[in-house]
Nanobody, 111 residues
Framework: QVQLVESGGGLVQPGGSLRLSCAAS????????MGWFRQAPGKQREFVAR???????YYADSVKGRFTISRDNVKKTLYLQMNSLKPEDTAIYYC?????WGQGTQVTVSS
């Protein structure tokens, strides 16, 4: 059974940083492309970033240059380092593998 558990969200001021983590279990983590998505209030869920098994990374234009996705295959953990956060980054952030989703972690950027 695939389980994805996000953590690391919270309240941060504009310009601040957060690092999200996603602990995976029930899968051979290292062979899968993993991703982060987010959903802001009243909006559809949107792609943020993904990383392939070969460590190729892809980002939404809105976060390029500010966010960094990475993975630790030994720990079976996916990360999202978020810098220079903006109020428009406020959303619930979800870890994703194919049709599997975590429960999400809230990120609020506000002064």
């Amino acid at each position: 059974q695939v389980q994805l558990v996000e953590s690391g969200g919270g309240l941060v001021q504009p310009g601040g940083s957060l690092r999200l983590s996603c602990a995976a279990s029930g899968i051979m983590f290292r062979i899968y492309t993993m991703g982060w998505f987010r959903q802001a209030p009243g909006k559809q869920r949107e792609f943020v970033a993904r990383i392939t098994s070969g460590d190729m990374t892809y980002y939404a234009d809105s976060v390029k240059g500010r966010f960094t996705i990475s993975r630790d295959n030994v720990k079976k953990t996916l990360y999202l380092q978020m810098n220079s956060l903006k109020p428009e980054d406020t959303a619930i952030y979800y870890c994703n593998k194919d049709e599997n989703w975590g429960q999400g972690t809230q990120v609020t950027v506000s002064s």
